[in-house]
T-cell receptor, first 113, second 110 residues
Framework: NAGVTQTPKFQVLKTGQSMTLQCAQD?????MSWYRQDPGMGLRLIHY???????DQGEVPNGYNVSRSTTEDFPLRLLSAAPSQTSVYFC????????????FGPGTRLTVL | RKEVEQDPGPFNVPEGATVAFNCTYS??????FFWYRQDCRKEPKLLMS???SGNEDGRFTAQLNRASQYISLLIRDSKLSDSATYLC???????????FGKGTRLSVIA
């Protein structure tokens, strides 16, 4: 099993550009989530999904969209990138929701100029 | 009061030392508690869950004190490979179903 995969590993955007961060898992996990990690801030939840077709907002959802058309994939879209979105983005999945072990992808390092 | 608070460290300890980290949480309704480990520029990985009765995994011991709302992690006989950031994680509520502490950095020195 590949576990949780994320692409790209690194990305540089200009302010105002849009892009999609890809996340896929092959563990048949229903629960998936997106976090951002900034220095001195810890991981903060952006959006999460408890199953295909169901998504919900986390702590910091503004500027981001998600969709969950399949169990395996959970892409994160940046609508109009801003320098404040410079961060490391982690996708995670788990079998039983937030009370279970979260399996994280390797992360995407995003810089917005 | 922040939802999950940890001493950021760094804790610099010699090999073989015993080191303890504490973490306090604010949501008395939290049900699940974890310690994750994060190596530099890597993703977090589960180190251990924390159970009410306390639990041990090799050199690692986790304790939960619900009355005082803190959890602890004890590492005995520290190894160089234990150098990492340790994240305290607690289930929350609403739009923060899982709350991560900012982490405590440990450096084990030869």
């Amino acid at each position: 099993n590949a576990g949780v995969t994320q692409t790209p590993k690194f990305q540089v955007l200009k302010t105002g550009q849009s892009m999609t961060l890809q996340c896929a898992q092959d563990m048949n996990h229903e629960y998936m989530s997106w976090y951002r990690q900034d220095p001195g801030m810890g991981l903060r939840l952006i959006h999460y999904s408890v199953g295909a077709g169901i998504t919900d907002q986390g702590e910091v959802p503004n500027g981001y969209n998600v969709s969950r058309s399949t169990t395996e994939d959970f892409p994160l879209r940046l609508l109009s990138a801003a320098p404040s979105q410079t961060s490391v983005y982690f996708c995670a999945s788990s079998y039983g929701g937030q009370g279970s072990e979260q399996f994280f992808g390797p992360g995407t390092r995003l810089t917005v100029l | 009061r922040k939802e999950v608070e940890q001493d950021p460290g760094p804790f610099n300890v010699p090999e073989g030392a015993t080191v303890a980290f504490n973490c306090t949480y604010s949501n008395s309704a939290s049900q699940s508690f974890f310690w994750y480990r994060q190596d530099c520029r890597k993703e977090p990985k589960l180190l251990m869950s924390v159970y009410s009765s306390g639990n041990e995994d090799g050199r690692f011991t986790a304790q939960l004190n619900r009355a005082s709302q803190y959890i602890s992690l004890l590492i005995r006989d520290s190894k160089l490979s234990d150098s990492a950031t340790y994240l305290c994680v607690v289930t929350g509520s609403g739009n923060t179903p899982l709350v991560f502490g900012k982490g405590t950095r440990l450096s084990v020195i030869a």
